[in-house]
């Protein structure tokens, strides 16, 4: 079945530091792929998302490009904050499961000033 | 963009009682909901996807018999962890799915589980 495996955490970096969270996937369709965050004691929000091969999706300075040839969705930002210290899912979804998200195990991040 | 409420967003029972949760898309109708759970430090664990005015479908190993879903509405979706044990604790997250904006997932904040 479809799933997705993303880098283990934590990932600890300091304030301004550049970021890549590495989100791989196998799917036997076409699926679209998402980036949610989940902040301390919050529930998951979407951060950026793609619906088709070499789209970019982008958010608050963060970025991922869906690779089709290399199934793949990192998540890049240029010069991480302390606000952006939280829990990332990488997830996909196919139309034809109903939209069902599966989930990656996530990656905590930890920015210290 | 789309919001979805829990109620409550924590609750503290008793091993054999039963605890209903809610889940609300307070400004769109949701025709789909999902239903996860989220053990600490883990990822989402899809649970059973509910369809308005339909029987829920479980994943597999969730037993349908211990967590109630009712999708009466198109807003309004309700979990039931029954006869309550210890190793239900956990964190129940609902979303909504739009059927507009490419069939974008819309979460809600999460129900903190504690079974003593």
């Known amino acids: 079945g479809d799933s997705v495996t993303q880098m283990e955490g934590p990932v600890t970096l300091s304030e301004e530091a550049f970021l890549t969270i590495n989100c791989t996937y196998t799917a036997t369709g076409y699926p679209s792929l998402f980036w949610y965050v989940q902040y301390p004691g919050e529930g998951l929000q979407l951060l950026l998302k793609a619906t088709k091969a070499d789209d970019k999706g982008s958010n608050k300075g963060f970025e991922a490009t869906y690779r089709k040839e290399t199934t793949s969705f990192h998540l890049e930002k240029g010069s991480v904050q302390v606000s952006d210290s939280a829990v990332y899912f990488c997830?996909?979804?196919?139309?034809?499961?109903?939209?069902?998200?599966?989930f990656g195990q996530g990656t905590e991040l930890s920015v210290k000033p | 963009g789309a919001v979805v409420s829990q109620h409550p967003s924590w609750v503290i029972c008793k091993s054999g009682t039963s605890v209903k949760i809610e889940c609300r898309s307070l400004d769109f109708q949701a025709t789909t909901m999902f239903w996860y759970r989220q053990f600490p430090k883990q990822s989402l664990m899809l649970m059973a996807t509910s369809n308005e005015g339909s029987k829920a479908t479980y994943e597999q190993g969730v037993e349908k018999d211990k967590f109630l879903i009712n999708h009466a509405s198109l807003t309004l979706s309700t979990l039931t962890v029954t006869s309550a044990h210890p190793e239900d604790s956990s964190f129940y997250i609902c979303s909504g799915l739009s059927s507009g904006s490419n069939y974008e997932q819309y979460f809600g904040p999460g129900t903190r589980l504690t079974v003593t």
């Open positions: 997830a996909l979804s196919d139309y034809n499961q109903g939209g069902k998200l599966i």
